[in-house]
């Protein structure tokens, strides 16, 4: 048996040596979503990161614990990654709107507002830096989206790249579950501020 | 013992061992994102018994650290279903799902315990034992509803758990001064309460949930009998801190 | 770093196959950089850029998953509610790094299932140092505190680098290790200013690591023209020695103030401000991370033991339907 000082690996009764496994079947792979986090009450969605996970709801879990758990947080949405329409990249300081090819005027009215849907529109405003939601539109398709988002967004700038996401892909955390966003601040062993040592080490230093 | 002293250290047992034991899975857990969701509920778990403790200490009991670090099994009031080693994860998982329901439940109804400052502590915890039960919700539907082999694991340690967690509303001789001074609603209800919440979402599975009037609790725990699991735990748990007794770790 | 493992596996000798690149995309990459603007996953890049990006992301992930392992093994046995709730804390920290990065290589396209698949097999490195084992509770406070410090050194040079998804990574990264510090150093002293028992254990603990920490940062670098152009592409930000220097400066006086010494009788500060020490065993570092330390066997088997153990669990979640894409950012 393998020899560890860790209790918690001498209890797996490990093999002293074992040849090594087949490579990985793709079916271990998941799907990745993407998560956004509203960081205080009445601020802007931003994008924090990926989870894999097999379906939104566990991503749900997943995006909960490892994007919020030491950063303070009021509410999360996740969207599949396949979800999101991207725009290409400009350079920083300009506008990639500028560069939308325009659409056939028919491409973007529809007749009948039946067809319209929402969709949720995330600049990003710095390379380097996170995707921050900006406001919803109506369209038709994702294209004539971002076509609206032009029309309602286009004056900020500089705007290097565009998520357009169908507001229905999200996942919204919800209103009544406000209380399971506010535990962090309980949690001072998990911050830098909770460990004040410099009395300790002046005691020590002035006794030698 | 005391209502309040009785009904405290269960309470604070249960949290610690169970926290300590979910903690093993640190660093082992089947998908990444997992192992920091998991983590994340033993650590609440350990804050809730620090909590309790805290609370016991200005009772006149030793200081938290004392209390969980040098005591032996028979001191110990937890259920024996938080002490049992943390086998696969389909068992961590449904042991996950048994306990955290009672515990929000519970929890739920210390809201209004007469007892104020348990009252407050159930209050602050409500938002976190939410996430808890939304997690064990989420598993035990996605696995009971998933592969033949899923299905057929959370079946089986469903059954292997169950009597254990009917350990949980095991009683003691204060029960009946609990209830009668509004400290808590008592173990009968609060375990009818339980089996609706755990058969609601088990019905929306492919498990199915055995009578439990058939099956026999395993109890002793809150009384100090303990399994044979509990004691090397326990050393485990200390092997640090009794190293030096007088020292600040 | 965590990401030191990679620094010392820059080619030396192969091509850099830039004469086969786009001579217009290159310079519009190069000036992209030069004017110090971020490169993002769906950018132009040449091949050498997301090549050696790959394998430094995925080394760096790596080390963090293997780097939980050495903390992790006195998860259950740490002293009072305090210490068991931090370390606790921190090792999940460790984990939720691993993802973080994992997630950042993916974006240049290979897949995360593909990076653990290499770890397990012993076809990808990691962080030498955690090859060491931690026998005692206060080795696991040396890498709390001095190996996280080295880390810090790295990640905070490498969240300037060139490589957007790689620097949103490292931002979170080191906004967490700044707890994962101060409590390293809380506890180190707890030891190092407490009774005789702990005073001991720590400076054992110290004197056994301190090899290793000389080699975290990798060996002096050989400039090459493959270093040269990683340091012009903003993917190698500061050389190993220049991390070694900062981090003794930082951190010697620390460990010295504190009463502890350091097994090195030519370590010092010389009058041009720069640290002197004995050359560490570089014949001993290499034959380690090739497969030859303490606890190589070890960590690989128990990432092998939770991959095999969580296999029916991501079998049972996989929904037939579902497509792997790669994270956008
Ligand atoms: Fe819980
Ligand atoms: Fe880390
Ligand atoms: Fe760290």
Redo the contacts with the bound molecule.
Sequence with gaps: MLFSFDPRISRLELPESAPPPPDKAALDQFPTYEVFHQRKENTAYVYVGPVHAPEADVAFLFGKEQFSRRFPCTGMWVVPTEAIRVTEYGDDQQSVYDRLPLLPADALTTADAAGLEAYDIFHLKKRGKAHTHVGQVQAASPEAALQAAKAAFGDQRPVVNVWVIRSADLLRSDDDDRDMWTTTPDKKYREAIAYKVQDRIDRFKQER | MNPTLDLLYRLADDQLILGHRNSEWNGLGPILEEDIAFSSMAQDKLGHSLQLYTLLHELGEAEPDTVAFTRNTPQFHCCQLTELPIGEYDFSLVRHFLFDHAELLRFEALADSSYEPLALVARKVKGELKYHVLHANTWVKRLGTATEEAIERMQAALEFTLPYALGIFETTDAESEIISSGLFVGEEQLQRRWEASISKVLAQTALTLPDLRLLTPVTGGRHGQHTEHLQPLLDEMAEVFRLDPTADW | M?GSASTHDIPTQAATGLENEDPILLAEFEARIARGEKIEPTDWMPQLYRKQLTRMIEQHAHS?II?SLPEGTWITRAPGFRRKMAQMA?VQ??VG?AQLLYSAAETLGKTREQMLSDLVNGKSKYSNVFNYPTPTWADSNVI?WL??AG??VNQMANAKGSYGPYCRALDR?CA??AF??KYGHDAVVHMATGTPIQRKMMQEALNRWWPAIMTFFGPSDKMSVHTEILMRWKVKMATNDACRQQFLDMYVPKIWEIGLTLPDPNLRKNEDGVWEFSEPDWEDFKRVINGDGPCNAERIAVRRAAEENGAWVRRAMQQPQARYVRPLA
């Design positions: 965590y963090e780097g921190k920290d460790e790094h709390s190996i996280d880390a810090i990264i967490e290790e994962h510090l």
